[in-house]
């Protein structure tokens, strides 16, 4: 079983659409987690941290439960500059801080 | 204030062959993160340098090796080039507290035929 792990989509939707990604993890030992949005043949770049309390970004907001090792980004009037694939990312500080990434789940949103 | 960079931007590479990819880490970073990315895959985790010597290592063979320079640089060294180790290679850098957020380079794409 993979340590996050992603729908890898694609998602197709229109301009306005609300959509949601989920990921769960297994590995217990990542203690911080995030999404990095990555453009096609791009580096990945971070979109926004990942709390338990929730935190929103304008029109993203994420979500962590860890009773459950679930993690969700939901996006609200979706935009054609939001088609990219989304990476959810799982960090383990005592391991030097490494990130393990999910596969990714890949957003297209149409006119 | 330059970001992190890397070097070749592509390379091709025939099987058995050698390469050699470099990083830059962005000014201030002293912890040089090396991952890689396959097509349609997150990345993975291959090693981890700080004060010169690796420190934290993923799930890949001996063949894979790496160097940090005094000036926090950071070379990829990879041997006997086989078809399955064509992919992105990304170098990211940090502060060595590991809490700071990694920036990514572009990435070198090697494509071995």
């Known amino acids: 079983r993979k340590e996050v792990e992603q729908d890898p989509g694609p998602f197709n939707v229109p301009e306005g659409a609300t959509v949601a990604f989920n990921c769960t993890y297994s590995?217990?030992?990542?203690?911080?987690f995030f999404w990095y949005r990555q453009d096609c043949r791009k580096e990945p770049k971070l979109l926004m941290s990942?709390?338990?309390s929730g935190n929103e970004d304008g029109r993203f907001t994420a979500q962590l439960n860890r009773a459950s090792q679930y993690i969700s980004l939901l996006i609200r009037d979706s935009k054609l500059s939001d088609s990219a694939t989304y990476l959810c990312v799982g960090r383990i500080y005592n391991q030097g801080g490494k990130l393990i990434f999910g596969q990714g789940t890949e957003l297209s949103v149409k006119p | 204030d330059a970001g992190v960079t890397q070097s070749p931007t592509h390379l091709i590479k025939t099987r058995g062959q050698q390469v050699t990819l470099r990083c830059s880490p962005k000014?201030?970073?002293?912890?040089v993160s090396w991952y890689q990315q396959a097509l349609g895959q997150g990345p993975q985790f291959i090693f981890q340098?700080?004060?010169?010597?690796?420190?934290q290592r993923g799930n890949f063979p001996d063949r894979f090796s790496g160097h940090q320079f005094p000036n926090y640089s950071s070379e990829l060294n990879v041997n006997a080039l086989l078809l399955g180790d064509s992919a992105l290679y990304l170098c990211a850098s940090s502060s060595r507290d590991g809490f700071s957020e990694q920036y990514f380079g572009p990435g070198t794409r090697l494509t071995v035929t």
């Open positions: 990942v709390y338990s």
């Open positions: 000014s201030g970073h002293d912890t």
């Open positions: 340098y700080y004060e010169e010597e690796e420190r």
């Open positions: 590995n217990s030992a990542s203690q911080s």
